[in-house]
């Protein structure tokens, strides 16, 4: 009973979290000066259009994206379209918001979920050699290229192979820089933070009372860095999940727009330039309903790897 009252909970929470956020892109979309209106009669006024042609070009504007009516009736609309998932056709592209992001998350997936899997991966398993293993040349070189990898902007690269590409000197393959180059990518901008926070935690345990008897049992190191990883994998995961929704929601951006991805980063981005309230709400709407998956994941996850944790105090 009490698992299903931290996910009643969780659940309550998003959809307060939900609200807010979409309330304040809605706002800021609609209380605020319309800067593509104001491109738009800048370029009539420099034709030497009249003033009757901008202000019936303006009236067309508000009235096909139903910005002539009350703020508060927009708001009302716009809120029962978010819940009812009827989200409605995108001002710039003119289509139908759901499926046109549905197609960009997937998109994006392709790329991010493998790079989580290998920065995670990579850094946990780094982090935990280097600190049963301060001592080794091996675990000091690798530690100092994770951590150069991490220091050295990664987007730079990216971008100065793109430009090699677009000048003949490399070969431009749709899988390379479609899907390899942006997953390396991902993974570097998580991988620092990951073998960091692993390090850390696994260092503190290597000197836990438990480790040194299991030690001293005679048990193999694999052994040994098990109890230790599955005793570190609690406050490993909080900071993973936590480091990996904040890095990866900006980093989405850049490098989909840096390799021309058509993936989620790039649709919101073309969409806050043009104004399309449809899908920058749907976006938004998808991107915290990812963050509050992702903690109601992580509190299920929390039960699996230690059952001494009790659900009432997650």
């Known amino acids: 009973m009490n698992v299903v009252r931290v996910l009643l909970r969780r659940a309550a929470l998003g959809v307060v979290a939900a609200w807010t956020v979409l309330t304040t892109v809605f706002l800021l979309f ?14 009539l006024r420099w034709g030497g259009a009249d003033e009757g042609t901008v202000q019936q070009m303006t009236q067309e504007y508000l009235a096909g994206r139903g ?20 989200w409605g056709t995108s001002f710039r592209l003119g289509e139908p918001v759901l499926p ?19 920065a995670v991966a990579l850094g946990v398993g780094l982090g935990l050699y280097v600190a049963r293993n301060p001592e080794s040349r091996v675990a000091g070189a690798s530690l100092g290229s994770v951590y150069l990898v991490f220091a050295v902007p990664n987007v730079w690269i990216g971008g100065l192979l793109v430009s090699l590409a677009n000048g003949g000197v490399l070969p431009h393959s749709t899988l390379v820089f479609g899907y390899v180059l942006p997953c390396l990518l991902a993974a570097t901008t998580l991988l620092g933070g990951v073998t960091a926070y692993a390090r850390a935690y696994a260092a503190e345990l290597t000197s836990a009372e438990f480790v040194r008897l299991v030690t001293a049992t005679g048990a193999p190191p694999r052994r040994v860095a098990a109890h ?24 989405v951006f850049v490098i989909e727009v840096l390799l021309g991805i058509d993936g989620f980063g790039r649709l919101l981005y073309r969409s806050v330039d043009a104004r399309d309230l449809p899908v920058l709400l749907g976006g938004t709407l998808i991107v915290v309903t990812v963050g509050v998956l992702a903690n109601v994941v992580q509190d299920l996850a929390y039960g699996v790897l230690d059952p001494r944790i009790d659900a009432a105090d997650r």
């Open 67 to 86: 910005y002539d009516r009350p703020l508060w009736v927009q708001y009302v609309d716009w809120l029962e379209n978010m819940v009812t998932l009827r």
């Open 228 to 251: 230790i990883l599955r005793n570190a994998a609690v406050p490993v995961l909080s900071t993973v999940v936590a480091e990996a929704l904040a890095l990866l929601v900006l980093a």
């Open 100 to 118: 046109l992001l549905v197609d960009a998350v997937v998109r994006t997936a392709a790329y991010v979920l493998p790079a989580l899997v290998l």
């Open 30 to 43: 609609t209380a605020t000066d319309d800067w593509v209106l104001a491109r738009r009669v800048g370029i």
